[in-house]
């Protein structure tokens, strides 16, 4: 099935912005686009009124050039098999191939005296020429794939209101040579722009390298005096606990105002929060853009944002207005805030940087993030669903990688809500910029060191994108670029005079694993590993104290498989014990190896039985990563962020959930492992290990464990009560005789719980052991489950699932839910699942809650397969 099938369902519910116009309208309908050497009109022509551009192709706006011509079927999906070949690239047709005309109408009648209308464009990819209504705006700053602009277009307004826009976009002028490196050749980076349009190890080249009017564009009428970069800065001292009564906490704001006249002009700004107001009385110069700084307001016993899995997300609707003469209301500027402080030291014992939220340290469980979609085909619906997935992890960071861009304000919308840090990279990245020695790199690494080529243009954005998002409560760190800083002539400046002066108040690191940041003393700093490991690796091996990549495998389920293979290219990857051999398609999709994890639970017969089986090795993969990092949190480790958690494509590796926002058991694994509070078993000794990410200590929790044998047959194997400290883990006991003795022969099941004193489940872990030889021979023979599934809507966009297995049988293994069309049979996606690739004991019962888009209206039925379980589809009551 092909990507146009699957989109099924990113309209959902939408986020608002952090900070939105009153008076602002999205161009975002209506657009046409001819390629620019099939015209011989030029701007002033084409943007009249009276040119006829019916002729040209509907364009997507925002969007790329390429993202109109799929859309418009002019080239195939570059998502699908091997579709990427066949689009011409740009750096073989040369850069006219796609040079674009846009054009749109839009009404906006000349506004009356003291009022302003302005044309902003939140990103072109990488230089245009703007014409509206036959006149050309002056653009000096119109290159960059990041600076914003904003133009004053009230004096070419027509008075009847009907208006036509006109922009010429040209590509970045080096398009590098996608030749299969990290960022091709590496001239890419010569732009200031993203880097892994060229290819990286993760994704085939972008054929037009996102060359479009890729953002938002917008028409904002304001009075005299506009209102930019508004600034909410929130001091909370001392060490606070979620849910109690706090002390008061102290925001400062500012505001640079634009007088749009060639006259003074007096006014009243305002800044309003909870009922409370500053304000400051001003008088602007003509024709000048002043800041102005307000009085600190103190706010008492506030509530307080925290990170996902320590307290409430609280975000305060709040405001900055400006009056004219105190009485003709100007502009005004609309912002959620969250009440948070962010603060860093270096932790002794661990080596490495140590993050506190309001006084509290947390331990940081993250995931790199690349980007939405590799064609920017963004919306405010899948970024909510995408840090959602990251949120039901139950990580509490995302790093935004330096080879992509500073994420747009939805984005950071979605990570407020959600309480997700963001850990930020300018646009470097060590493969581009010269770390190392790369044959596949056309200039020597002292030539890449000095990339971009306009190091004012990258100090100009930069200014600009850290004005975007400083008032988002997630933005938690700043760094120069993904394993390297940038040139000396932009790391100071940046470092010791924009940030400080347009933000201080978040921690800066020069690049992702500099020394700075973690420190091994046996081996520096560094990344990685990145592909499947043994999972006693996981618990016995120190690595990076506080590593920013570490990864493993994360092919998708069958059904992810079918969205974008060929039927005829649905093979399984065959290993003979050195290397392992996949299909083209899979190979050009960037599939990494399970080597010889898939073998022990029996040689994959098809492709259906490889998905299956990788889904337990997913799964166990990063349970144990989160797991052994957590085991030793505050000894070994202040944190780990995971490479990586999402794909902006239909690549083969590094994702929890695929481009369609299908989770696979990558996703449960994590969750499991992330647990606030969980309880584990490790595999190298035994060991039972509690763990408490909480600021409070459990005392009197009861700790349960037991094993099923492959008939189901069950063995307490001890039931105590325990405490855990807060923020710690404890070594509990060790059960390695028992258990060892248990799974001799066949493997068995382990179920570890932890109950609170109200017998309620706290972290329910449950494992599948292999013999003594490493092999899971009792699951290769296991008898069917015969489990009994209900299903019933309990409202719009919410259905629950019963589960039952009647006692005498065996344990009903890994059971994958979804959600169906009843027609199609395709899976409603996103869908939220409490609990994924879940197993049910004899006699047990079991309730599972899935979520969707509340937009879905068709019939829908359950779908559930097992690895004992046959699949069945069911109506929903």
């Known amino acids: 099935m092909k990507i146009t099938a699957c989109r099924l369902l990113l309209l959902f519910l939408l986020i608002p912005f952090l900070s939105k116009a009153q008076t602002e309208t999205e161009l975002n309908s209506g657009w046409r686009c001819i390629k620019a050497d099939e015209l011989k009109a030029n701007g002033s022509q084409v943007s009249a009124t009276d040119y006829n551009v019916n002729q040209w192709m509907p364009a997507t706006v925002p969007g790329t050039v390429l993202t109109t011509l799929v859309n418009n079927r002019k080239m195939p999906d570059p998502f699908y098999g091997m579709n990427n070949k066949q689009i011409p690239d740009i750096y073989y047709k040369g850069n006219a191939y796609y040079t674009y005309w846009f054009v749109t109408n839009f009404t906006h009648k000349k506004p009356a005296a003291g009022r302003t209308v302005f044309l902003n464009l939140r990103g072109i990819n990488y230089t245009c020429e703007i014409f509206i209504n036959g006149q050309k705006l002056k653009a000096d700053d119109a290159q960059g794939m990041f600076l914003r602009q904003s133009h004053n277009i009230t004096q070419y307004l027509k008075a009847d209101g009907k208006n036509r826009l006109a922009i010429l976009v040209h590509p970045a002028p080096v398009a590098g040579k996608p030749n299969g490196g990290q960022g091709g050749d590496g001239t890419i980076a010569r732009n200031v722009g993203m880097q892994y349009t060229a290819g990286w190890d993760w994704i085939q080249p972008t054929a037009d390298r996102n060359t479009g009017i890729w953002d938002k564009v917008t028409i904002q009428e304001t009075g005299n005096v506009r209102i930019n970069a508004p600034h909410v800065v929130t001091l909370v001292p001392g060490v606070r606990l979620p849910g109690a009564k706090q002390d008061a906490a102290i925001i400062k704001t500012s505001a640079e105002l634009q007088n749009n006249t060639a006259k003074p002009v007096s006014g009243l700004l305002n800044y309003t929060i909870n009922g409370q107001t500053v304000s400051k009385q001003v008088t602007l110069s003509a024709n000048t853009t002043t800041e102005i700084a307000l009085p600190a307001l103190t706010m008492n016993n506030p509530k307080l944002w925290w990170p996902n899995g320590y307290g409430e997300q609280y975000l305060y609707p709040s405001n900055f207005e400006f009056t004219e003469g105190g009485k003709v209301l100007s502009d005004k500027q609309e912002m959620q805030v969250g009440i948070r402080q962010i603060d860093t030291k270096w932790n002794e014992i661990t080596n490495s940087r140590q993050i506190a939220v309001n006084g509290q340290k947390i331990f940081i469980k993250g995931g790199n993030w690349i980007i939405s979609d590799a064609m920017l085909r963004f919306s405010d619906a899948r970024y909510d669903a995408e840090v959602r997935y990251h949120r039901d992890m139950n990580l509490n960071l995302i790093r935004i990688w330096g080879g992509a861009m500073i994420e747009r304000p939805e984005f950071y919308a979605a990570c407020d809500k959600y309480g997700m840090l963001v850990f930020q990279d300018f646009w470097m990245s060590g493969d581009c910029n010269g770390r190392w020695i790369d044959p596949a790199k056309t200039d020597d690494q002292w030539t890449r060191r000095k990339y971009p080529d306009d190091h004012s243009l990258f100090l100009r954005s930069a200014e600009d994108q850290i004005k975007m998002v400083r008032n988002h409560a997630s933005l938690a760190i700043w760094c120069g670029g993904n394993e390297i800083p940038p040139p000396d002539d932009i790391l100071v400046p940046l470092r010791d005079q924009l940030l400080p002066k347009l933000d201080g108040t978040r921690w800066f690191i020069d690049y992702s694993n500099s020394a700075e940041m973690s420190y091994n003393t046996d081996g520096g700093n560094g990344d990685g590993p990145y592909g499947i490991q043994n999972i006693n690796t996981f618990w016995q091996h120190k690595t990076f104290p506080f590593n920013s990549e570490v990864g493993s495998v994360g092919v998708g389920d069958y059904e992810s498989l079918q969205r974008f293979i060929p039927a005829a290219n649905l093979k399984a990857p065959k290993f003979d014990g050195k290397k392992e051999s996949v299909d083209s398609v899979w190979d050009y999709h960037k599939y990494i190896g399970y080597e010889n994890s898939i073998k ?106 037991k094993t099923y044998d492959m008939a189901g047959r069950d063995s307490l194997l001890t039931q105590v009560f325990i405490s855990i400290g807060a923020s710690s883990y404890q070594k509990v006991l060790s059960l390695k005789s028992q258990v060892d003795a248990l799974r001799k022969k066949d493997g068995v099941f382990l179920s570890v719980q932890l109950l609170d004193e109200r017998k309620q489940v706290q972290s329910n872990n449950f494992y599948w052991l292999p013999n003594m030889d490493g092999e899971y021979s009792g699951l290769q023979y296991i008898k069917k489950a015969k489990l009994n599934v209900f299903a019933k809507q309990l409202a719009n966009g919410k259905v629950e699932i019963s589960l039952t297995n009647p006692k005498g049988g065996p344990v009903a293994f890994f059971n994958r839910l979804a959600l169906i069309n009843s027609t199609t049979k395709q899976r409603v996606l996103p869908a939220f699942t409490a609990d994924n690739y879940l197993s049910v004991m004899p006699g047990e019962s079991k309730k599972v809650v899935i979520e969707y888009p509340q937009t879905v209206k068709d019939r829908l039925q359950l779908q559930l397969y097992g690895w004992n379980v046959d699949e069945q589809i069911l109506d929903i009551n």
């Open 600 to 705: 022990p639970y029996g040689e994959a017969k098809d492709a259906r039985d490889f998905a299956m089986k990788a889904q337990l090795v997913n799964y166990d993969q990063y349970r144990a990563l989160m797991e052994g990092f957590s085991s030793h949190m505050w000894e070994w480790y202040t944190g780990s962020i995971i490479w990586k958690t999402q794909n902006p494509w239909t690549a083969l590796r590094g994702q929890m959930y695929d481009y369609y926002l299908d989770a696979n058991a990558c996703l449960y694994g994590l969750r499991s492992g992330s647990e606030p509070v969980h309880v584990a078993y490790n595999p190298v000794d035994g060991n039972i290990i509690a763990i408490n990410n909480g600021f409070k200590n459990l005392n009197n929790h009861m700790l349960v464990v």
